[in-house]
């Protein structure tokens, strides 16, 4: 009886182990559709525009430079957690029911690697600085080219990026980067349970290898508004595509800790018929 009771006190943990790990990955997102288990991010439009001020294409090999980046697209599609979307969740996104945007602002330093004797060919970035918000919006009101429609919604998830990440860019073959964020905020009357982190994957295309994408007009300034593309520069418009996934807090449910309670119990029975023989 006591090698049963230890038997199933071994079980039980294994089980509360694993149930703890599902938990921690258990990611509820909830809009005017319904509530839906399983989120892992958003599929952010492969339209989605990144404007760059200050970029000085006249650095050549080895020179560096420093500029700021805005980053704006919505979602085409809502994912599943390790994969694919959830289609009850991305049919209310493709009719227009709802959106959900996002507009980052980045400030970078570029580094030179290649140039035609003229202007940078090819560069490699670093992350200084930068932050992200994503908005929940009833109202299907995004503009990608004008910039309007944005930034006027629910403030659904906020976050800091994480100083250091890389990429490269090239002025033929586009380039792409992935980043870490820390998430700052999370809406906890949509998303449950608190976010902690966010990896997002984006690529960038300029010129002739830019596909179904109309360069930007402007910038989102804030409540649904926008400012202009900056001329003084001028500007660097690029096609952006990006994907995005996000890790919730692991906190174990009721029904998991219970089960711990009760493989705990059944491991000190054990204990305790072994100190009686």
């Given at each position: 009886m006591a090698q049963?009771?230890?038997?199933?006190?071994?079980?039980?943990l294994a089980g509360a182990a694993m149930a703890i790990s599902a938990s921690a990955s258990a990611i509820t997102l909830t809009n005017s559709a319904g509530s839906f288990a399983n989120w892992g991010g958003f599929d952010w439009a492969e339209n989605g525009s990144a404007v760059v001020d200050g970029f000085d294409a006249t650095v050549l090999e080895g020179g560096s430079d420093t500029f700021d980046l805005t980053y704006f697209a919505d979602a085409v599609s809502i994912s599943a957690a390790g994969g694919g979307s959830i289609v009850g969740a991305t049919v209310g996104l493709l009719l227009g029911d709802y959106e959900y945007t996002i507009v980052a602002k980045l400030n970078e330093t570029s580094t030179c690697t290649a140039d035609n004797g003229f202007f940078c060919?090819?560069?490699?970035?670093?992350?200084?600085?930068?932050?992200?918000?994503i908005y929940y919006d009833v109202a299907d009101n995004a503009d990608l080219v004008a910039g309007t429609g944005l930034d006027d919604g629910i403030l659904l998830i906020a976050g800091t990026l994480v100083v250091g990440g890389s990429g490269g860019f090239d002025?033929?073959?586009?380039?792409?980067?992935?980043?870490?964020?820390?998430?700052?905020?999370?809406?906890?009357?949509?998303?449950?349970?608190?976010?902690?982190?966010?990896?997002?994957?984006?690529?960038?295309q300029i010129g002739d290898n830019t596909t179904n994408w109309t360069p930007p007009t402007g910038i989102p300034d804030g409540g649904g508004t926008a400012v202009g593309i900056p001329a003084d520069s001028p500007a660097l418009l690029l096609q952006a595509d990006g994907n995005q996934t996000f890790t919730a807090t692991s906190v174990p449910e009721p029904g998991v800790l219970a089960l711990l309670g009760v493989a705990m119990l059944?491991?000190?029975?054990?204990?305790?018929?072994?100190?009686?023989?």
């Open positions: 049963k009771l230890k038997t199933f006190a071994l079980a039980a060919t090819t560069a490699e970035f670093e992350l200084n600085s930068g932050s992200f918000e002025i033929l073959t586009g380039g792409n980067s992935v980043l870490n964020a820390v998430i700052t905020f999370t809406n906890s009357s949509f998303i449950s349970p608190d976010l902690i982190n966010s990896v997002a994957a984006t690529t960038l059944g491991m000190a029975a054990t204990r305790r018929r072994k100190s009686v023989k």
